[in-house]
């Protein structure tokens, strides 16, 4: 029997295409998707921030495509970042047309310096986030975007970040490109991810309820909280029914984050068991606001690299599905990170978050919350550092020697996308599927 714990994405995929294999797939919430997951308060849809479609698999979007057949909507991006009280388009590297001319002087500059620096030899591998952000695109950008950003965001000195994640997320630019970008010249043939598809109604959370008539059923409200990887046997707590139960099988799929499932592997070497315990990563408050005036902005989404500025992302859920929110009214979300021992009141993240957006003129002193939700994401973004970087392997291939199969975002502790997740419980099924003699699914 094949155990899957935790039905996000990456677990809702492993058990769809395993179909015709015995298992079982267990989620410690009452509902599916993870942090894939929409809710309702008082006639607004919110997800749990922000969640877009960007595909870069065939065979993923074909599959999604297919699971929300009519349910999906493309949108052309429209994600812009506001800093020197101006909005520019992201990628900020090839928009800098409309800032400070100083500031426009400063990144062109720091860029080309960048083109001539590379004759001095090929760029060390292990150069740290900083460096990387340096190295590639200049002082300039580094000073008006990329570190005050990146900062915000990751609560943590660049310095102590590695670079080995970073060249897909943040592609360097060709010169032709930046020196248009500053210019003001629009070459349609440039973009990253220019367009991105979202459900029509309900929120995200259609994504992963689409995969429901396809699995053969989930046990909700069992956390795993204990796993004997030498007997094969894992212990749930039972939230609903009170009590615990025990599970025997022969592989387990864990999709739950590395830190909270060797926590509780009870046998797994100590020295493992310490690499663990020791991965680092940022939390994320996700502040939902239903505001009582219509289309507060005509953005999808904003980043704010800015310090006087609380939070480092805000979007605008109506203004890419109209029917998450009530007519005459405006929705957002606003993406604050944080420590993960550090916490504040909902009360405090609301204020704070409302007295930015005014700052930033989204929002005006008169304007009405008419709904003010905060989530807490606990895992959000896991840092890439050195410790990681030996770290995760030694840990995924010991997991893997006892049977223990750990996918999707946190259970390999990596910065992907919804399309990963399901990219990554596709493959695990398959190998699964290969190894128990199962023809690969379609
Ligand atoms: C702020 C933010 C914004 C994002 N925006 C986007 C976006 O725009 N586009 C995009 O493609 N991706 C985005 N992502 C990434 C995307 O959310 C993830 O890649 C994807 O949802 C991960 O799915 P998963 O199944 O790997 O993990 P999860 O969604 O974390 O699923 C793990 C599941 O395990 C369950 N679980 C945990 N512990 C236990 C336990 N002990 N016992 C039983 N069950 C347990 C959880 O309840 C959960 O359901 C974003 C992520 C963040 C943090």
């Known amino acids: ?246 599970e025997r099988y022969e592989s387990l799929v864990s999709t739950i984050p590395i830190p909270e499932l060797i926590h509780r592997c009870l046998d797994f070497p100590a020295p493992l068991k310490e690499a663990a315990a020791a991965l680092r990563w940022v939390s994320v408050y996700n502040i939902n606001l239903g505001i009582g005036r219509e289309q507060v902005s005509d953005k999808h989404w904003i980043y704010f690299p800015e310090k006087e500025y609380p939070f480092y992302r805000a979007g605008f859920p109506m203004n890419f599905s109209p029917s998450l929110g009530r007519p005459g009214c405006s929705s957002m979300y606003v993406e604050m990170s944080h420590k993960p021992t550090e916490h504040q009141s909902a009360e405090q993240l609301i204020g704070r978050a409302r007295s930015g957006l005014e700052q930033a003129s989204i929002l005006r002193p008169d304007d009405e919350l008419v709904v003010s939700d905060v989530k807490d994401l606990q895992y959000a973004y896991v840092y890439f550092d050195h410790h990681r970087a030996k770290a995760v392997p030694a840990i995924l291939a010991e997991l893997e020697r006892r049977g223990v199969y750990s996918v999707g975002r946190y259970g390999r502790w990596e910065h992907t996308s919804m399309e990963d997740a399901i990219g990554q419980g596709k493959q695990v099924s398959e190998r699964l599927r290969a190894q128990y003699g199962y023809q690969a699914s379609a």
Request: charged share 25%.
């Open 1 to 246: 029997m094949i155990l899957i714990v935790g039905a996000g994405l990456a677990g809702l995929s492993a058990a769809y295409h395993l179909s015709g294999l015995p298992y079982r797939l267990y989620e410690r919430e009452q509902e599916v998707g993870g942090l894939c997951r929409s809710y309702k308060k008082d006639g607004f849809t919110f997800d749990y921030t922000g969640h877009l479609l960007h595909f870069r698999q065939a065979e993923i979007k074909a599959l999604v495509e297919t699971l929300l057949a009519g349910k999906l909507q493309k949108h052309a991006r429209q994600s812009f970042i506001y800093s020197h009280r101006t909005y520019t388009e992201y990628p900020f590297q090839v928009n800098t047309f409309g800032l400070p001319p100083e500031v426009v002087r400063e990144c062109l500059m720091g860029f080309i310096a960048t083109l001539t620096n590379q004759h001095a030899g090929p760029a060390p591998d292990d150069r740290s986030f900083k460096e990387w952000i340096l190295d590639n695109l200049g002082e300039g950008m580094a000073k008006h975007f990329m570190l005050p950003f990146n900062e915000k965001l990751w609560q943590v000195s660049l310095d102590e970040l590695t670079s080995d994640w970073v060249s897909w997320l943040v592609p360097k630019p060709e010169l032709k490109d930046v020196v248009n970008g500053a210019l003001g010249i629009k070459d349609k043939a440039f973009g990253y991810n220019p367009s991105f598809l979202y459900p029509a109604n309900d929120g995200i959370k259609a994504l992963p309820e689409s995969f429901l008539p396809g699995i053969d059923g989930i046990t909700h409200g069992a956390e795993l909280i204990e796993v004997d990887t030498k007997r094969r046997r894992a212990i749930f707590r039972d939230h609903t029914k009170g009590g615990t139960r025990e």
